[in-house]
Nanobody, 127 residues
Framework: QVRLVESGGGSVQAGGSLRLSCVAS????????MGWFRQAPGKEREGVAT????????YYADSVKGRFTISQDNAKNTLYLQMNSLKPVDTAMYYC????????????????????WGQGTQATVSS
């Protein structure tokens, strides 16, 4: 079992920044891919960024490329999402996820490929 706890959400104006954190505990050695997803009201959950567990290759949705950065601190078992140049369309509940399957980088990550999820943290961007 893997437990994920997110933090760092909040309310900012357009152009501002937020840094999301996700602390993982439990059998983290079993996870091969970590990621951030988001879900806005009335919309499907979408993959934002993924990273191979332990570091390495990353994936970014086209909508966040150049603005968001996913990273991890293995010593702290913590996953991060640095979000810069935020836009109102980035407003959503952001979820941390971990999965046993290897990351893939040629298509949008499918939420069904991730077994463990955090409770979510809200990010609200005002214009």
């Amino acid at each position: 079992q893997v437990r994920l706890v997110e933090s760092g959400g909040g309310s900012v104006q357009a152009g501002g920044s937020l840094r999301l954190s996700c602390v993982a505990s439990g059998y983290t050695a079993l996870t091969h891919c970590m990621g951030w997803f988001r879900q806005a009201p009335g919309k499907e959950r979408e993959g934002v960024a993924t990273i191979r567990a332990g570091g390495g290759s990353t994936y970014y949705a086209d909508s966040v490329k150049g603005r968001f950065t996913i990273s991890q601190d293995n010593a702290k078992n913590t996953l991060y999402l640095q979000m810069n140049s935020l836009k109102p369309v980035d407003t959503a509940m952001y979820y941390c996820a971990a999965g046993w399957k290897s990351c893939y980088y040629d298509r949008t990550p499918d939420p069904s490929d991730f077994r463990y999820w955090g409770q979510g943290t809200q990010a609200t961007v005002s214009s």
